[in-house]
């Protein structure tokens, strides 16, 4: 990746950068949620997966995020609905092999 043109450029893929909320174009718009998900799981096939989301910004739902993750063809994981953290301090993951993306 060419970082410094990445910087150079990406001022001019929004309105107002770094005010912006959205860039000009839309079409990942409709993978906003799962976004980071779907990187993480696109060519590692082989591995487990489990996404921790409370669904609560707007417009989230398990729905969005799972068709978001068939339309890449991927199976969606188990998924921990809830407080990230109030899920974590319970224990939810204890006894897994966790690797953070």
């Known amino acids: 990746m060419d970082a410094e043109r990445f910087v150079r450029e990406l001022p001019a893929l929004f309105d107002d950068f770094?005010?912006?909320?959205l860039p000009r174009d839309a079409r990942f718009a409709e993978i906003l949620k799962g976004a980071s998900l779907v990187a993480a799981m696109l060519g590692n096939g082989d591995r487990q997966?489990?996404?921790?989301?409370?669904?609560?910004?707007?417009?989230?739902?398990?729905?969005?995020?799972?068709?978001?993750?068939?339309?890449?063809?991927?199976?969606?994981?188990?998924?921990?609905?809830?407080?990230?953290?109030e899920?974590?301090?319970?224990?939810?993951?204890?006894?897994?092999?966790?690797g953070v993306c």
């Not at 921790?52 to 969606?76: K, V």
């Not at 899920?87 to 966790?98: A, N, T």
């Open 87 to 98: 899920l974590l301090d319970g224990g939810v993951l204890e006894g897994r092999r966790v």
């Open 18 to 21: 770094p005010r912006s909320e």
């Open 49 to 85: 997966f489990v996404a921790i989301d409370s669904f609560a910004l707007a417009g989230g739902s398990r729905a969005t995020l799972e068709a978001n993750l068939r339309s890449f063809g991927l199976d969606p994981p188990e998924i921990l609905e809830g407080d990230v953290f």
